[in-house]
């Protein structure tokens, strides 16, 4: 397969802006003043890693701390902004954005009783905020619309719970989870200031608005489940610093429980002592309250579960009993009655939904209720009456199903285009679900559909509660292609581009191609303002599929995880060659852009690949791959990458890690790398220490562009970076790509 033209719209007029264009003139790499990049000294490290003698000059630059590294840092900073302020596309790119990331905006939801809880981005505030509304009045307006456009309005229909813009005048505060009750009387959320994610619990009435006084801290995440009559709830919390050996404060995730009223430093631990210290651990409850169900995650890999009686009257401790245990694959569900039901990969790639009996949980009594299709990868269910809802993946493109409790296709629910089911929630008393739906230039809107017999052989689902639509969709086109990997393995590919923009003139256009590649996650059509201005300025923008991702079920991810790793490499540097073989664009117009996982992807790119791109994004990125294990959270991500520290799982890390695979003899692309300081994922030393190391090389022989470092204060990965952040990044990070790849 080649080429599969999917949004087929008829095109609309295209307006041009005289003064855009005057402001988009390519400026050329001689009229930018590019300061000397500051002295880094080379203090080298020698080791010894099973047998290997590894050299590493800027040992120094992870100690984020000292004098000398923040010197360093600021330095950079310094240097990287004299060059941007001469960026003429950043400022169309800043106004542009402001104006899009500007616009109402729903996120996550949450149906709890006759309340639908959701996120939403409101104008004039620089973080999203959590709402509530009654799903009575939200159906009465929707129902009484009075025209054929969609139900808006975000911030008039709903009331807000929770707004974190008001716990800081600078938007450093976000709001990082939420978790109501099953009635939706009581809320759990957890604050985070800075972007390091390490929030605050905090614990409000909804119906009143009223905060309780407790305050837990050490809850990332906190996983919060409440007991049916909302007397408590059971949460996961980290060590306070100092009571663990260093280092290990960003592990030991157990499990508490919290009765209100009561302080949190006599909250009982209900599990984890004893555990291993990477485990990711997580409760939930039956529909009745009456058994409590265990999840223990083996990394990106592997999940056990175990459940207990909470009415048994002998107590908590060692109530817990296995369900699934020790079996190499991923395991979810829900308890309803007596029955588990399980959305697993165990011998289903594509993963199936069994019944599992609590009192009989052996695999050989397994009811498989929906079985692997050959085509579909299910991503999620939900429980409506008598019907599971079944949102899966077919080719990266959303679909959505409705079965019968005993796995019988009921039907498929008509989706509006191509994009991706983002959430899904329905009750097990009511006919209704809800989902929400976003696409690449789609912002998200929440639906609302029936699981009724009644309901026709194809419903339309109803747009209940919609964005903001910024930008006219009509305008590009997006086509997937499909190509060859360096193993002949059949990529996916999504490529948008104005739809006016011609690409069979032989005329090479400026082209980003991005990708992620591990952790089972998917890139899938969502909404993606920051690529607005790029397409509308001409440019293409290009998605790959790639493994290691969630696309094509467990085998896709494990064909690019530990010693696979190497195929997701291929896979993104055959997207860029065909790119340039079918006439979009060449190296000297094609662009790379990787953030976090897709910060080593570009970075591995970089190196095995000089030649391919002429500049590389490469944000908050593992690059140092011989020790990525040793710094904040990252020994978690050995169930992905491998352990250093085993000899067979070094040999492949050492093998592609980009910081150890930059060499003197080589002319390097431009790069910009992005991180912040606040980082609590990836530490900023692997981007600090490439950097230094990517500059060194183009002292001695000249690089095709500049390297450039900017370090970002008061951010972390990514989660809760107010909005003028968000955008000034990705002003940055565009305008740089415009300049290099020659944008017009």
């Not at 739906?437 to 609302?448: C, D, N, W």
């Not at 899938?524 to 493994?547: C, K």
């Not at 978690?636 to 910081?659: I, V």
Request: net charge negative; charged share 20%.
């Amino acid at each position: 397969m080649d080429f599969l033209e999917i949004n087929n719209i008829p095109v609309t007029e295209i307006v041009s802006c005289k003064s855009l264009k005057r402001m988009m003139q390519m400026t050329r790499l001689n009229e930018i003043n590019i300061p000397d990049a500051p002295h880094t000294p080379r203090q080298t490290v020698t080791d010894i890693v099973h047998g290997i003698k590894i050299e590493d000059p800027y040992r120094w630059l992870e100690d984020g701390q000292s004098s000398a590294t923040q010197a360093w840092t600021q330095a950079q900073n310094q240097r990287t902004e004299v060059v941007m302020r001469q960026l003429p596309h950043r400022e169309f790119i800043s106004k542009r954005l402001t104006e899009l990331m500007s616009q109402e905006m729903i996120g996550g939801l949450q149906l709890c009783g006759s309340q639908l809880f959701y996120t939403a981005h409101l104008q004039g505030k620089s973080q999203p905020v959590l709402m509530v509304i009654s799903l009575e009045d939200l159906l009465v307006a929707a129902a009484n619309k009075t025209d054929e456009t969609l139900p808006q309005g975000i911030g008039s229909r709903g009331r807000i719970l929770v707004d974190p813009n008001n716990e800081s005048k600078t938007g450093i505060i976000a709001l990082d989870w939420w978790s109501p009750s099953s009635d939706g009387s009581m809320l759990a959320y957890g604050l985070s200031e800075g972007g390091d994610e390490w929030s605050v619990l905090h614990i409000m009435e909804v119906a009143t608005g009223k905060p309780l006084p407790e305050r837990i801290t050490r809850t990332r995440y906190a996983g919060v489940t409440w007991q049916k009559d909302n007397s408590g709830f059971y949460y996961g919390r980290y060590p306070q610093p100092g009571t663990v050996p260093p280092g290990e404060e960003n592990y030991n995730r157990h499990i508490f429980y919290h009765k209100l009223g009561t302080d949190p430093a006599d909250d009982p631990k209900i599990y984890g002592e004893g555990c291993a210290k990477e485990l990711s651990l997580g409760t939930s409850l039956s529909e009745d309250g009456r058994y409590m169900l265990l999840h223990v995650s083996h990394g990106w890999r592997s999940t056990d579960l175990y459940f207990r009686d909470e009415t048994d009257p002998a107590g908590p401790a060692g109530r817990f009993r296995p369900i699934v245990e020790g079996i190499d694959a991923h395991f979810g569900g829900r308890i309803i009655g007596e029955t588990l039901y399980a959305l697993t990969n165990y011998q289903a790639s594509r993963y199936r939904v069994v019944g599992i009996d609590l009192q009989n949980p052996a695999p050989a009594n397994w009811q498989t209720l929906i079985p692997e299709a050959d085509d579909l990868t299910i991503e999620d269910v939900a429980f409506a009456k008598g019907h599971i809802i079944v949102s899966g993946l077919k080719h990266a493109v959303a679909h959505l199903y409705v079965y019968d409790l005993h796995g019988k296709l009921q039907r498929e629910i008509h989706l509006p285009t191509i994009g991706s089911v983002t959430g899904l929630a329905a009750d097990l008393e009511s006919d209704d679900f809800f989902f929400v739906f976003e696409s690449f230039l789609i912002p998200p809107a929440i639906y609302r559909c029936s699981v009724s017999k009644d309901a026709p052989a194809q419903p339309q689902p109803e747009v209940i509660l919609a964005s903001a639509q910024a930008v006219d969709p009509n305008l590009v086109s997006i086509a997937q292609v499909f190509y060859p990997s360096k193993d002949g393995t059949q990529i996916p590919m999504f490529i948008l581009k104005r739809r006016d923009l011609s690409v069979s003139d032989g005329t090479p256009h400026p082209t980003v191609l991005i990708g992620y590649g591990g952790f089972n996650v998917g890139k899938t059509p969502t909404y993606m303002p920051a690529i607005v201005p790029w397409i509308e300025s001409g440019g293409i923008y290009a998605s790959a599929n790639l493994r290691g991702g969630n696309e094509y079920g467990e085998d896709w991810h494990r064909a690019g995880m530990q010693g696979n790793k190497q195929n997701v490499f291929d896979d993104f540097i055959a997207a860029g060659e065909y790119l340039i073989s079918k006439g979009y664009t060449d190296h000297d117009h094609l662009g790379i852009w990787g953030r976090s996982n897709g910060g080593l992807l570009v970075g591995a790119t970089l190196t095995q690949r000089p030649d391919l791109a002429k500049a590389v994004a490469c944000g908050v990125p593992l690059l140092d791959m011989v020790r990525y294990h040793k710094f904040l959270i990252a020994y978690l991500w050995c169930s992905e990458y491998g352990n250093p520290e085993d000899p067979e799982a070094f040999k492949w890390l050492y093998a592609y890690s980009p910081y150890h695979h930059v060499h003197e003899d080589v002319s390097y692309p431009a790069i910009y790398t992005y991180t912040a300081e606040s980082d609590t994922r990836v530490d900023p030393l692997h981007a600090k220490k490439m950097t230094a190391l990517l500059q060194h090389v183009a002292s001695i022989k000249a690089a095709k562009g500049p390297i450039l470092l900017q370090v970002e204060a008061d951010a972390g990965h990514g989660v809760g970076k107010p909005l003028h952040k968000i955008v000034a990044e990705q002003a940055n990070m565009w305008a740089f790509l415009a300049w290099q790849l020659g944008l017009s």
